[in-house]
């Protein structure tokens, strides 16, 4: 919710100019490495400024709708051509409700399709201002079982369940997206249920997303402890034969999404 440093060691020559730019002593070089305290790092930007490599720069800005609405514009040919439009993602749209309902309503008067990528963990009251000027929601369906749910997310699956049954019912295109993490959530078991789930509540399509290690390098970054370095990249074989639980649900599936 706030900007943050991130530190490309790839990029660095240890040239030390951020050492010298930082007013509060938060970078320093240990072991041959640049270090970022970030608890003492007020992000000023005067390192980023120094560095020469581009190996520091800063992730996150705050924005206003119509700063985001003049980006989204520039490409309005593509969403003509490809019936595509604008897709809110993240992160987590539902974390800052009252910006993305009103740059959703701003993409509507544009005439532009709209969807939001969302775990759908919000209160509803803050919930709907935004589907009311979303086309598509992506919902992210993890795991059926509530206490397990909570052991792994941090938070129970309830509000989420009773959302995705509430945008049935106002009759919003719904895509249930499942990110397959090997040993967290893709024992059969939990797969079947979700489909059932599913289906009895009226979603159509599901798309299953496998687990990859795209975003391990971000973590390093932002000097975070990347908890999945063990987890294996399932392989094609395995998630195409879970599909097939869904199929039998009568629900189109793909894989990826």
Same mark, same amino acid.
């Given at each position: ?9 790839? %990029?660095? #020559?240890?040239?030390? /100019? $951020? ?21 003492? $790092?007020?992000? $000023? ?19 206003? #709708? ?69 086309? =598509?929601? =992506? =919902? ?14 941090? #938070? ?8 995705? /049954?509430?945008? #049935? ?34 979603? %159509? ?12 390098? %971000? ?32 629900? %189109? ?5």
């Amino acid at each position: 919710m706030v900007p943050e440093i991130m530190y490309s060691e790839i %990029k660095c #020559v240890l040239c030390q /100019r $951020c050492v010298n730019a930082c007013p509060v002593n938060a970078i320093k070089v240990i072991n041959g490495k640049i270090h970022i305290d970030r608890e003492l $790092c007020n992000v $000023c930007g005067l390192c980023w400024e120094a560095c020469l490599n581009e190996a520091l720069k800063v992730a996150g800005k705050e924005v206003t #709708v119509k700063e985001v609405l003049s980006i989204v514009e520039k490409d309005r040919i593509f969403y003509e051509r490809s019936g595509g439009g604008v897709t809110l993602s993240g992160g987590e749209p539902l974390m800052q409700a009252e910006f993305s309902a009103a740059l959703l309503a701003a993409c509507k008067k544009k005439g532009l399709n709209t969807a939001i990528e969302t775990s759908g963990y919000q209160k509803w009251e803050l919930f709907l201002p935004i589907l009311e000027n979303t086309d =598509l929601v =992506l =919902l992210d369906i993890k795991m059926m079982n509530t206490d397990l749910h909570r052991k792994i997310i941090g #938070v129970p699956n309830n509000l989420i369940l009773d959302n995705a /049954r509430k945008i #049935v019912e106002l009759g919003k295109d719904i895509i249930v997206r499942i990110p397959i993490i090997p040993g967290y959530n893709d024992s059969i078991e939990n797969l079947r249920n979700t489909a059932e789930f599913a289906a009895n509540i009226g979603i %159509k399509e599901v798309h299953l997303l496998p687990y990859h290690r795209l975003g391990e390098s %971000k973590y390093n970054q932002l000097g975070r402890i990347y908890n999945l370095k063990d987890v294996n990249v399932p392989s094609t074989n395995y998630i195409e034969s879970l599909t097939q639980i869904f199929i039998k649900n009568n629900l %189109k599936t793909q894989v990826g999404g």
